[in-house]
């Protein structure tokens, strides 16, 4: 099946258009919920609250752009809506504290689950946050918009999830020597 026979299948409510993109799909898209997710049993659920989102919306995809992309944001979009209503961003803005954590605190040397892992335990504010800088390229005026937080929340946010990051890092490199 093409991609723009699967895209048509899913605007028809087609449910065999609808398992092949379940298929195609739910590898990258799951990827995502893992990095949005505190664990994998959550990211499970927000995997598939995020394919009845898309199925429900597949009319809306315009066949402009990037259908990949139209389905990573509604993804991305699905798993943040879910914490807005946990109000896990009803904090008030915690001032400006300037992004100076060095970005090379991740290397090749370290084992991705427990990069992924470490990402996971993160406060979910945090998390959150880092994950749609860092992973995902936002920027923080438009994770600011997304979320419903101002510019230096985001970057203290960001700021102290690198801060964690970076103290577990070097603590898992000084138990590797």
């Given amino acids: 099946m093409t991609l723009e026979e699967l895209i048509h299948g899913c605007k028809q409510k ?17 990827s995502i919920c893992l990095r949005y997710s505190p664990n994998k049993t959550e990211a499970e659920d927000n995997l598939q609250d995020a394919f009845i989102t898309i199925f429900n919306k597949a009319e809306q995809f315009k066949d402009k752009g990037s259908f990949e992309g139209w389905i990573k944001r509604i993804t991305v979009n699905t798993v943040l809506q879910k914490y807005r209503k946990q109000k ?3 904090i008030k803005d915690e001032g400006q504290i300037e992004d ?6 991740v290397d090749e040397g370290l084992p991705l689950d427990y990069l992924l892992g470490i990402i996971q335990e993160l406060p979910d504010q945090y998390r959150l946050v880092f994950s749609m800088y860092v992973m995902d390229g936002y920027s923080h005026k438009e994770i600011g918009e997304m979320l419903g937080i101002s510019n230096g929340t985001s970057k203290s946010n960001l700021a102290r999830a690198r801060g964690i990051l970076k103290t577990k890092i070097e603590a898992y490199r000084s138990q590797q020597e």
Avoid: N, P, W
């Avoid at 087609?14 to 799951?30: H, I, M, N, P, T």
């Avoid at 100076?100 to 605190?105: G, H, K, V």
């Fill in 88 to 90: 896990v961003f009803d």
């Fill in 14 to 30: 087609d449910a065999r258009a609808q398992g092949e993109l379940y298929k195609r799909y739910s590898g990258v898209l799951f």
């Fill in 100 to 105: 100076t954590i060095d970005d090379d605190i």
